[in-house]
């Protein structure tokens, strides 16, 4: 029987990086991967001879630098490229272009308001107020509010620090983003339909809200907190798609001696007397290990891996009841040309960027509407790039890879998922975008389309969700995953969690494998190797 | 005792009728100065078709403080105790169930649903019992805060954490701020049961079951439900205008109605005085607006006289209502199917599941009204026989969504939007619409017009948490004073918000009192 | 969820990232050594030629510059009086037609929004010219009041004439009114058929013009200006946004932006600046109508000043480019340097500079410590600096009235 220091069970980009931190610190660690491949969510796969796809997640930005540079990553082969603006189109022909350079960016604001244009400044300046607080978070375990511990108080008295270093009409104001729809937050700002509903997008994105449920306003800041190169806001293609920042860490974890075992999904987590001891391998294989990492969402955890008896009832309770409902799709679509796009002046950079087709509030929300009953959206939210514009590893020259996230798309659709009904769904992607591009059906080589079905079975999303786990105020910070469990230890010693369903949760940051390592090498009393914030001051 | 001051105070609703009484309990010479012809705003009674009366928007007493009740004696000044109201929620095919503080009953429910119900209520009461220390007070700064803000803060923190325990403290925290769809979805299975629960927690706001903070909202609602059951008084709502009425009356408040103040004088960052529409000027040492804070801060004073980013977010503030109220004069009592008349006296509520609230609702998104309104229905005349000719009948409903801002505009739908209610209560009281004698249909347009309320709204402004306690109605005027000296805030639009709670009219009294004692 | 009608003008061209004035063909002759930068998106050179020719063109002979750039708000209406007042911290209401004054605008807690001149142009017709970027601020704070405001920047070209010679040139060129017309005034002419406003204003403290024409008439003016220059009868120089610094600072004018951060923009709490933490405190006045940031301001004056940007003048000739200032040589470190420059007039470093006060009170000798280098190595100093309440530089010439011909 093989025995390890610690075993982590998934090699997604948080597995990876939490595996990375414990060797690092000089465990002996494996990473044990059901899949022939790494990186889960964040992988670069050929599908269609020739092309590659990064096919669940496709951009980077809020990828932690502190982690980029304490692992080395790029020494071990990871380029992120920021990526330049984005563009609505619009049913009436006109686009919104948020240009990369600030002044053309500006006027283009005040061709659909001029009002717009200053009151822009106003908002910008808001939101990096609250990116600051926020941001500081992000690389610390979340306190318990309900313990007396003196740990816990410390970090109280740390974010309460932050916190109270705004002005009270700051203080009230943070409150109110907080808890307010981001069409409701950006109102206060701006007139016009298309900005509003170009800057509400980033908020629906992988969550089973519209633009009009509070608690939207604040994932803006998931959205535009990330950076590049400490351009905040900004965002990246990883050179030779989202599996390159897998295959670094993987890279660098080796490089510290860990080992990667692929084919090798883990049944149960084995626990004796309390402990967790290692795991069994659906093959029937037992590893062991004097820590068990799991970075499979929080449901799988505690539903799949682990046995029932070795988890309390409450907690067996609030995973049943966690919140992970599916809410996007995804079509990779491998295209014989770049598509034109008559509304975008020739020559544009636009199409560099994230391009989006919902102009107004009301067809955000009403796309949410069809979610809410179990529909996928007849008028769907895209966020669509065509990264190979930048890559040319991606596809073949003068061939091009275009990444189509959607928004909403649920995990359960009446009657369930067939394959005809998937198809259904990316025809209606298909159409929306072939509404603004005259001949793009007509270069589509190959189209993988992915609802949350297919995104739970290959990848092991539970019901497709994106962030592992819905990025509501029940299961944010001290709540995420659950009450009482949200700093990344197991209901059994020895055991601990890394995936996204732990603070600060989803999108491509590396943030929870890093933490999880940290209590997992205090607890251990190792030297901490994962790194603190960089700081904003 | 410190200096009598002059006080007025503008508008004659239930909160201002509890903060003048207190005011002048306490030695200061009050003036309530009411624009429409009688008092109590919103639990006034008023005629609506020849010989048929109804109380123009509260049809059922909830929530009413205990402290507000005993401070002002309502129950010596008229106010007794009438029957308890219970919810019933009406299914067409006769299987309603009913629905009280802590018990559920009807004949479709699982032994597993009534205990579920028992325990969600039991537990959520307890959440909500815990907010005590936060709305019986001046919400707290959380910044610059003094002694009462700290004690405030103190308690709330101990009332979480001791109070609660540590489980509740935990799961408070954890359900707080989410939607009560999701709640209800974990623990109960009758679609029809957690409807009419996801009714309290929407009612009169811009939301639906699945908008988070529906839960808070809920929380609200329930606190109220921990001092005082829902109830008709005896004799009707009549006897809440009349008994505050009685109560200021009796505290040495001088009354004046059809008198509307056209703004607040201000001079110099002080408040004068008012002036009224007639022409006359008023002074006063202090003047109390019960009016919402659009109406306070954007026509009565002169907005100049304010910040200019203070003005732009008392306009940004949310208070487009959405429920209309119709009040149907019928020739007999309504024939529900499979409801004992005894039924009828209770109030009834059409919200069969959960996703009809939410579709109903889908609806007020876009400006349009509710294919399928969710209604809440009381007969008052059955408590008070006077508000109708002996056999007679009236019926009070609440309809929602009906938004203000309807795409087409009012003028033109009111007539389809009754025929949908009428439509929506003949499915369950067949021969319904041949017993209507007259009608009228309330828009939030005509509320707005008629009770001087922004937006129609119920609450006076959205109670989302960015729009409660520290930020009601928006920071800087959330203590009840307000950037202008001498001008305070007691209507719905200040902490704690809607309901006939009086609550509102307390607070603001009890910190005009304690500012005036520090002489301002 | 309003609709609106979408403005389907012309699309911002994206080549142009800076998008050229009404002078623009004109000012590029005089710009060989093409070093352009932005200003609130216009191309705008920071160095014509010669930076040390351009900053004496405008102490001793004619200088000209593309104003065009400038913020402009035209605001008419039944309560434009009422709305300026309440926006700006001083008085307006005895701002007589013809006349212009400087104003400064506060966020609710009293912190400097943004400053600028305000013209009357008519009864009742005012324009206001901002460093940055305002509209919304405007509209925000003309709620409820009848009042238009437009944003006109692109609508009116301007050019600033500044320099002894300045009102020699002008008249030469045909311009008439000049010799009555009072620092802070405003005429009408006509030149060569088109209509010229001319405000005798201007950010160097020297006698100089600002001169407002429709854009269709912008190369009109400049050749009408420059052919004199042609003819050999004046030196009249362009000049970019460097030598505008220099005398800028030499006259003691504030740069939003630069010498603080403007409220709107300031991200940290305490990054910003009150009227009276920018020493314009007596641009504040509490006895007139309500204006934004009034409370905040009368409690701030009820209390100790706790910082003051000052006017420094530092010894020596080494630059204290963004050095830190302290109490004292070696002593507690109180501030630092905003913005400085070379005075090549008056031979001396002059500052604008952020320093603490204690208990009200400035601290006693100031110090800076001034990083330079030599070859390329790094040297330290420390220079003596002194607080200057009045501008740096001031000539009479910039008052008479009228002005003397050169």
Same mark, same amino acid.
């Given at each position: 029987?093989?025995?390890?220091?610690?075993?982590?069970?998934?090699?997604?980009?948080?597995?990876?990086?939490?595996?990375?931190?414990?060797?690092?610190?000089?465990?002996?660690?494996?990473?044990?991967?059901?899949?022939?491949?790494?990186?889960?969510?964040?992988?670069?796969?050929?599908?269609?001879?020739?092309?590659?796809?990064?096919?669940?997640?496709?951009?980077?930005?809020?990828?932690?630098?502190?982690?980029?540079?304490?692992?080395?990553?790029?020494?071990?082969?990871?380029?992120?490229?920021?990526?330049?603006?984005?563009?609505?189109?619009?049913?009436?022909?006109?686009?919104?272009?948020?240009?990369?350079?600030?002044?053309?960016?500006?006027?283009?604001?005040?061709?659909?308001?001029?009002?717009?244009?200053?009151?822009?400044?106003?908002?910008?300046?808001?939101?990096?107020?609250?990116?600051?607080?926020?941001?500081?978070?992000?690389?610390?375990?979340?306190?318990?509010?309900?313990?007396?511990?003196?740990?816990?108080?410390?970090?109280?008295?740390?974010?309460?620090?932050?916190?109270?270093?705004?002005?009270?009409?700051?203080?009230?104001?943070?409150?109110?983003?907080?808890?307010?729809?981001?069409?409701?937050?950006?109102?206060?700002?701006?007139?016009?339909?298309?900005?509003?509903?170009?800057?509400?997008?980033?908020?629906?994105?992988?969550?089973?809200?519209?633009?009009?449920?509070?608690?939207?306003?604040?994932?803006?800041?998931?959205?535009?907190?990330?950076?590049?190169?400490?351009?905040?806001?900004?965002?990246?293609?990883?050179?030779?798609?989202?599996?390159?920042?897998?295959?670094?860490?993987?890279?660098?974890?080796?490089?510290?001696?860990?080992?990667?075992?692929?084919?090798?999904?883990?049944?149960?987590?084995?626990?004796?007397?309390?402990?967790?001891?290692?795991?069994?391998?659906?093959?029937?294989?037992?590893?062991?290990?004097?820590?068990?990492?799991?970075?499979?969402?929080?449901?799988?955890?505690?539903?799949?891996?682990?046995?029932?008896?070795?988890?309390?009832?409450?907690?067996?309770?609030?995973?049943?009841?966690?919140?992970?409902?599916?809410?996007?799709?995804?079509?990779?679509?491998?295209?014989?040309?770049?598509?034109?796009?008559?509304?975008?002046?020739?020559?544009?950079?636009?199409?560099?960027?994230?391009?989006?087709?919902?102009?107004?509030?009301?067809?955000?929300?009403?796309?949410?509407?069809?979610?809410?009953?179990?529909?996928?959206?007849?008028?769907?939210?895209?966020?669509?790039?065509?990264?190979?514009?930048?890559?040319?590893?991606?596809?073949?020259?003068?061939?091009?890879?275009?990444?189509?996230?959607?928004?909403?798309?649920?995990?359960?659709?009446?009657?369930?998922?067939? #394959?005809?009904?998937?198809?259904?769904?990316?025809?209606?992607?298909?159409?929306?975008?072939?509404?603004?591009?005259?001949?793009?059906?007509?270069?589509?080589?190959?189209?993988?389309?992915?609802?949350?079905?297919?995104?739970?079975?290959?990848?092991?999303?539970?019901?497709?969700?994106?962030?592992?786990?819905?990025?509501?105020?029940?299961?944010?910070?001290?709540?995420?995953?659950?009450?009482?469990?949200?700093?990344?230890?197991?209901?059994?010693?020895?055991?601990?969690?890394?995936?996204?369903?732990?603070?600060?949760?989803?999108?491509?940051?590396?943030?929870?494998?890093?933490?999880?390592?940290?209590?997992?090498?205090?607890?251990?009393?190792?030297?901490?190797?994962?790194?603190?914030?960089?700081?904003?001051? | 005792?410190?200096?009598?001051?002059?006080?007025?105070?503008?508008?004659?609703?239930?909160? @201002?009728?509890?903060?003048?009484?207190?005011?002048?309990?306490?030695?200061?010479?009050?003036?309530?100065?009411?624009?429409?012809?009688?008092?109590?705003?919103?639990?006034?009674?008023?005629?609506?078709?020849?010989?048929?009366?109804?109380?123009?928007?509260?049809?059922?007493?909830?929530?009413?403080?205990?402290?507000?009740?005993?401070?002002?004696?309502? #129950?010596?000044?008229?106010?007794?105790?009438?029957?308890?109201?219970?919810?019933?929620?009406?299914?067409?095919?006769?299987?309603?169930?009913?629905? @009280?503080?802590?018990?559920?009953?009807?004949?479709?429910?699982?032994?597993?649903?009534?205990?579920?119900?028992? !325990?969600?209520?039991?537990?959520?009461?307890?959440?909500?019992?815990?907010?005590?220390?936060?709305?019986?007070?001046?919400?707290?700064?959380?910044?610059?805060?003094?002694?009462?803000?700290?004690?405030?803060?103190?308690?709330?923190?101990?009332?979480?954490?001791?109070?609660?325990?540590?489980?509740?403290?935990?799961?408070?925290?954890?359900?707080?701020?989410?939607?009560?769809?999701?709640?209800?979805?974990?623990?109960?299975?009758?679609?029809?049961?957690?409807?009419?629960?996801?009714?309290?927690?929407?009612? @009169?706001?811009?939301?639906?079951?699945?908008?988070?903070?529906?839960?808070?909202?809920?929380?609200?609602?329930?606190?109220?439900?921990?001092?005082?059951?829902?109830?008709?008084?005896?004799?009707?709502?009549?006897?809440?205008?009349?008994?505050?009425?009685?109560?200021?009356?009796?505290?040495?408040?001088?009354?004046?109605?059809?008198?509307?103040?056209?703004?607040?004088?201000?001079?110099?960052?002080?408040?004068?005085?008012?002036?009224?529409?007639?022409?006359?000027?008023?002074?006063? #040492?202090?003047?109390?607006?019960?009016?919402?804070?659009?109406?306070?801060?954007?026509?009565?004073?002169?907005?100049?006289?304010?910040?200019?980013?203070?003005?732009?977010?008392?306009?940004?503030?949310?208070?487009?209502?959405?429920?209309?109220?119709?009040?149907?004069?019928?020739?007999?009592?309504?024939?529900?199917?499979?409801?004992?008349?005894?039924?009828?006296?209770?109030?009834?509520?059409?919200?069969?599941?959960?996703?009809?609230?939410?579709?109903?609702?889908?609806?007020?998104?876009?400006?349009?009204?509710?294919?399928?309104?969710?209604?809440?229905?009381?007969?008052?005349?059955?408590? #008070?026989?006077?508000?109708?000719?002996?056999?007679?009948?009236?019926?009070?409903?609440?309809?929602?969504?009906?938004?203000?801002?309807?795409? !087409?505009? *009012?003028?033109?739908?009111?007539?389809?939007?009754?025929?949908?209610?009428?439509?929506?209560?003949?499915?369950?009281?067949?021969?319904?619409?041949?017993?209507?004698?007259?009608?009228?249909?309330?828009?939030?347009?005509?509320?707005?017009?008629?009770?001087?309320?922004?937006?129609?709204?119920?609450?006076?402004?959205?109670?989302?948490?960015?729009?409660?306690?520290?930020?009601?109605?928006?920071?800087?005027?959330?203590?009840?004073?307000?950037?202008?000296?001498?001008?305070?805030?007691?209507?719905?639009?200040?902490?704690?918000?809607?309901?006939?709670?009086?609550?509102?009219?307390?607070?603001?009294?009890?910190?005009?009192?304690?500012?005036?004692?520090?002489?301002? | 969820?309003?609709? !609106?009608?979408?403005?389907?003008?012309?699309?911002?061209?994206?080549?142009?990232?800076?998008?050229?004035?009404?002078?623009?063909?004109?000012?590029?002759?005089?710009?060989?050594?093409?070093?352009?930068?932005?200003?609130?998106?216009? !191309?705008?050179?920071?160095?014509?030629?010669?930076?040390?020719?351009?900053?004496?063109?405008?102490?001793?002979?004619?200088?000209?510059?593309?104003?065009?750039?400038?913020?402009?708000?035209?605001?008419?209406?039944?309560?434009?009086?009422?709305?300026?007042?309440?926006?700006?911290?001083?008085?307006?209401?005895?701002?007589?037609?013809?006349?212009?004054?400087?104003?400064?605008?506060?966020?609710?807690?009293?912190?400097?929004?943004?400053?600028?001149?305000?013209?009357?142009?008519?009864?009742?017709?005012?324009?206001?010219?901002?460093?940055?970027?305002?509209?919304? *601020?405007?509209?925000?704070?003309?709620?409820?009041?009848?009042?238009?405001?437009?944003?006109?920047?692109?609508?009116?070209?301007?050019?600033?004439?500044?320099?002894?010679?300045?009102?020699?040139?002008?008249?030469?060129?045909?311009?008439?009114?000049?010799?009555?017309?009072?620092?802070f005034g405003i005429c009408q002419s006509v030149l060569h058929g088109f209509d010229v406003t001319i405000s005798r204003t201007g950010f160097t403290g020297d006698l100089g013009y600002e001169l407002w024409v429709d854009p269709s008439n912008g190369l009109a003016l400049w050749d009408a200006i420059f052919m004199l220059k042609d003819n050999g009868l004046f030196d009249i120089r362009t000049i970019g946004l460097s030598a505008l610094e220099m005398v800028r600072i030499e006259a003691?004018?504030?740069?939003?932006?630069?010498?603080?951060?403007?409220?709107?923009?300031?991200?940290?709490?305490?990054?910003?600046?009150?009227?009276?933490?920018?020493?314009?405190?007596?641009?504040?006045?509490?006895?007139?109508?309500?204006?934004?940031?009034?409370?905040?301001?009368?409690?701030?004056?009820?209390?100790?000043?706790?910082?003051?940007?000052?006017?420094?003048?530092?010894?020596?000739?080494?630059?204290?480019?963004?050095?830190?200032?302290?109490?004292?040589?070696? @002593?507690?470190?109180?501030?630092?340097?905003?913005?400085?420059?070379?005075?090549?007039?008056?031979?001396?470093?002059?500052?604008?500079?952020?320093?603490?006060?204690?208990?009200?009170?400035?601290?006693?000798?100031?110090?800076?410590?001034?990083?330079?280098?030599?070859?390329?190595?790094?040297?330290?100093? *420390?220079?003596?600096?002194?607080?200057?309440?009045?501008?740096?530089?001031?000539?009479?010439?910039?008052?008479?009235?009228?002005?003397?011909?050169?």
């Amino acid at each position: 029987m093989e025995k390890y220091d610690a075993i982590i069970i998934g090699a997604g980009h948080n597995g990876l990086t939490n595996a990375a931190f414990l060797a690092k610190a000089g465990l002996d660690v494996v990473v044990l991967e059901k899949n022939n491949y790494v990186g889960g969510a964040t992988a670069s796969l050929e599908l269609y001879e020739g092309w590659k796809y990064s096919n669940c997640s496709y951009v980077c930005s809020l990828f932690r630098p502190e982690i980029y540079q304490a692992l080395d990553l790029g020494r071990h082969g990871l380029e992120v490229v920021p990526l330049q603006g984005s563009v609505s189109l619009m049913q009436n022909g006109d686009h919104f272009g948020s240009y990369h350079q600030s002044e053309v960016r500006r006027r283009e604001i005040m061709r659909h308001s001029k009002r717009d244009a200053d009151a822009a400044i106003r908002f910008d300046a808001d939101l990096m107020k609250w990116c600051r607080l926020i941001r500081g978070f992000l690389l610390r375990t979340p306190p318990d509010p309900a313990s007396f511990r003196m740990r816990d108080a410390m970090e109280f008295a740390h974010l309460l620090k932050r916190f109270y270093s705004l002005t009270e009409s700051q203080i009230y104001e943070f409150i109110r983003f907080f808890t307010m729809s981001i069409a409701e937050y950006l109102e206060q700002y701006f007139e016009s339909d298309i900005i509003l509903a170009h800057f509400s997008g980033g908020s629906i994105i992988g969550t089973g809200l519209g633009v009009y449920s509070p608690g939207t306003a604040y994932v803006l800041l998931h959205h535009a907190m990330g950076d590049v190169d400490g351009n905040v806001g900004s965002w990246g293609f990883a050179r030779g798609g989202m599996g390159s920042v897998s295959q670094a860490i993987a890279s660098s974890f080796q490089s510290f001696g860990g080992k990667i075992r692929t084919n090798a999904e883990v049944q149960q987590i084995a626990v004796k007397g309390r402990k967790a001891t290692g795991v069994v391998l659906a093959s029937g294989e037992e590893v062991s290990a004097k820590v068990v990492v799991s970075n499979l969402d929080a449901k799988r955890t505690f539903l799949n891996v682990m046995d029932a008896n070795d988890v309390p009832d409450d907690l067996l309770h609030r995973a049943k009841n966690f919140k992970i409902r599916g809410s996007s799709g995804k079509v990779n679509i491998a295209l014989d040309g770049m598509p034109e796009f008559p509304a975008i002046p020739s020559g544009s950079p636009l199409t560099l960027g994230h391009m989006h087709f919902t102009d107004s509030l009301e067809r955000l929300e009403r796309a949410f509407d069809d979610w809410k009953d179990d529909r996928w959206s007849a008028d769907p939210y895209v966020d669509m790039v065509i990264p190979t514009q930048y890559d040319p590893t991606m596809s073949p020259p003068g061939k091009h890879m275009m990444s189509v996230f959607v928004q909403y798309c649920p995990a359960e659709v009446e009657g369930g998922w067939t #394959d005809a009904k998937r198809d259904a769904f990316g025809a209606t992607v298909i159409d929306q975008i072939a509404d603004y591009s005259p001949n793009f059906k007509d270069l589509i080589l190959h189209a993988e389309i992915r609802t949350p079905r297919e995104l739970e079975a290959e990848v092991g999303l539970t019901e497709g969700n994106i962030f592992q786990g819905e990025l509501t105020l029940d299961q944010l910070m001290f709540n995420r995953p659950f009450p009482g469990y949200a700093q990344y230890r197991g209901p059994v010693k020895n055991m601990y969690m890394c995936s996204s369903s732990n603070h600060p949760g989803g999108g491509v940051m590396g943030a929870p494998g890093a933490n999880s390592a940290r209590e997992i090498l205090l607890d251990l009393g190792k030297t901490d190797t994962t790194p603190e914030d960089f700081g904003d001051d | 005792m410190t200096k009598s001051f002059k006080v007025i105070i503008v508008g004659g609703g239930h909160n @201002g009728l509890v903060c003048a009484t207190y005011l002048a309990a306490a030695g200061h010479q009050v003036q309530v100065l009411e624009a429409r012809d009688s008092l109590g705003g919103g639990a006034a009674t008023s005629e609506f078709a020849k010989g048929y009366r109804v109380s123009g928007l509260a049809h059922i007493l909830h929530s009413l403080s205990p402290k507000v009740r005993k401070d002002l004696k309502l #129950d010596t000044a008229g106010l007794e105790p009438g029957t308890a109201v219970e919810t019933i929620a009406l299914d067409t095919a006769g299987q309603h169930i009913r629905i @009280g503080s802590t018990e559920v009953s009807g004949d479709g429910l699982s032994a597993e649903d009534i205990n579920a119900y028992r !325990q969600f209520k039991a537990d959520f009461t307890h959440y909500a019992g815990a907010l005590q220390p936060l709305i019986m007070n001046k919400p707290p700064r959380l910044k610059g805060m003094d002694s009462k803000d700290k004690t405030t803060l103190a308690k709330l923190g101990w009332q979480l954490r001791f109070g609660l325990g540590k489980k509740s403290m935990r799961e408070f925290l954890r359900v707080g701020g989410i939607n009560i769809y999701d709640v209800l979805d974990e623990v109960i299975d009758s679609p029809q049961l957690k409807g009419a629960i996801a009714v309290d927690a929407v009612l @009169g706001q811009h939301m639906g079951p699945r908008t988070p903070n529906s839960v808070l909202t809920y929380l609200h609602r329930l606190w109220g439900e921990t001092h005082s059951q829902a109830s008709l008084p005896a004799g009707g709502m009549g006897q809440v205008a009349s008994a505050l009425e009685r109560a200021a009356t009796d505290a040495g408040v001088s009354l004046r109605t059809s008198a509307a103040v056209a703004r607040i004088t201000v001079s110099d960052g002080l408040a004068k005085g008012v002036e009224l529409r007639s022409g006359e000027c008023l002074e006063a #040492d202090i003047v109390v607006s019960n009016a919402d804070a659009k109406t306070t801060f954007l026509d009565l004073v002169d907005s100049a006289e304010l910040d200019a980013m203070f003005v732009h977010r008392v306009n940004s503030i949310r208070s487009l209502g959405n429920v209309a109220k119709l009040h149907f004069a019928l020739n007999g009592l309504p024939k529900i199917n499979g409801l004992l008349q005894e039924g009828l006296g209770h109030r009834l509520l059409i919200a069969p599941n959960m996703r009809y609230v939410e579709h109903a609702f889908n609806h007020a998104k876009y400006g349009e009204f509710s294919e399928n309104p969710v209604l809440e229905i009381t007969i008052p005349s059955i408590a #008070d026989p006077s508000l109708a000719p002996a056999g007679h009948h009236v019926m009070s409903v609440s309809a929602t969504f009906a938004p203000y801002g309807l795409k !087409q505009g *009012w003028d033109k739908q009111r007539e389809a939007f009754t025929q949908r209610v009428i439509h929506c209560i003949e499915q369950y009281a067949p021969g319904f619409v041949e017993q209507i004698v007259a009608q009228e249909l309330l828009t939030p347009v005509d509320i707005e017009a008629q009770y001087h309320v922004t937006g129609g709204h119920w609450h006076h402004g959205e109670m989302a948490i960015d729009q409660l306690f520290m930020m009601r109605p928006i920071h800087g005027a959330a203590q009840y004073d307000t950037p202008i000296n001498g001008l305070f805030l007691c209507g719905a639009a200040a902490h704690p918000g809607g309901g006939l709670t009086g609550i509102p009219g307390h607070n603001a009294a009890q910190r005009i009192l304690a500012m005036a004692k520090e002489g301002f | 969820m309003s609709k !609106q009608a979408i403005d389907l003008t012309p699309q911002p061209n994206f080549r142009q990232v800076l998008q050229p004035t009404p002078f623009h063909q004109r000012m590029v002759e005089h710009c060989p050594i093409q070093n352009w930068m932005s200003w609130n998106g216009y !191309q705008t050179p920071r160095v014509c030629d010669q930076l040390a020719s351009e900053y004496f063109a405008i102490r001793s002979t004619c200088s000209v510059m593309d104003l065009t750039p400038m913020e402009k708000y035209r605001i008419i209406g039944p309560d434009a009086v009422k709305f300026l007042n309440r926006l700006v911290t001083r008085d307006i209401s005895g701002l007589k037609p013809g006349r212009v004054t400087y104003v400064i605008w506060c966020n609710d807690e009293g912190k400097v929004l943004d400053d600028g001149t305000l013209f009357h142009l008519e009864q009742g017709d005012y324009r206001l010219c901002a460093q940055h970027h305002q509209l919304d *601020w405007l509209l925000l704070s003309s709620l409820g009041m009848d009042v238009s405001i437009e944003e006109e920047t692109h609508n009116i070209a301007a050019l600033s004439v500044q320099g002894p010679t300045s009102f020699s040139v002008l008249s030469a060129a045909g311009l008439q009114g000049l010799d009555t017309l009072k620092p802070f005034g405003i005429c009408q002419s006509v030149l060569h058929g088109f209509d010229v406003t001319i405000s005798r204003t201007g950010f160097t403290g020297d006698l100089g013009y600002e001169l407002w024409v429709d854009p269709s008439n912008g190369l009109a003016l400049w050749d009408a200006i420059f052919m004199l220059k042609d003819n050999g009868l004046f030196d009249i120089r362009t000049i970019g946004l460097s030598a505008l610094e220099m005398v800028r600072i030499e006259a003691g004018f504030i740069m939003p932006g630069d010498d603080f951060n403007t409220a709107e923009s300031t991200i940290r709490a305490d990054h910003d600046r009150s009227p009276y933490e920018l020493g314009l405190g007596w641009l504040v006045d509490f006895d007139k109508p309500y204006f934004t940031g009034k409370r905040a301001l009368i409690h701030e004056y009820s209390q100790p000043i706790a910082r003051r940007l000052v006017k420094l003048q530092v010894e020596g000739n080494k630059p204290p480019a963004d050095s830190f200032l302290y109490d004292g040589k070696g @002593g507690r470190r109180i501030g630092t340097i905003k913005s400085h420059s070379w005075s090549p007039i008056l031979k001396t470093n002059v500052c604008m500079a952020d320093i603490e006060y204690r208990n009200g009170l400035p601290p006693g000798e100031i110090w800076a410590e001034i990083y330079y280098q030599k070859e390329l190595e790094w040297r330290a100093t *420390w220079a003596k600096c002194s607080v200057s309440e009045k501008p740096f530089w001031v000539h009479p010439r910039r008052l008479a009235t009228p002005p003397q011909a050169f």
